[in-house]
């Protein structure tokens, strides 16, 4: 697991994809501290990770991204069972409100590109 401090480069999420699922990695955001943690087996233990460091649950969302589709609207996938809130209005393993998912490729792309300026190893 890797709390992002620093922007990484689309080539490093690459490499982090292909030595766990192959084309993809596990993600949650903070929609209120703009944090992101990435490189888990499961969304769970990259929640449970940063509720242990004071986020607060409401405003964590897993999702799933795909470094071969950098760019593409298909880069950053809404889907996973943390997200799965009825006590929000959040009825579905993706993320209802396009706000949220607005605030969440913010954030990501705050810390994800194609050529990273501070690269923290």
Known sequence: ??????PISISQLKKIAESRFGTMVK????VEKKSMIIDADLHADEEAELLASGSFQKNLWGINLYPDLYGSDDFIEF???INLRPSQDNN????DDLSVQKKIRTIVSSFISAWAHSIKN
């Open 27 to 30: 993600a949650v955001v903070d």
């Open 92 to 95: 579905s393993r993706g993320v």
């Open 1 to 6: 697991m890797q709390s992002l401090t620093d």
């Open 79 to 81: 889907d996973s069972m």
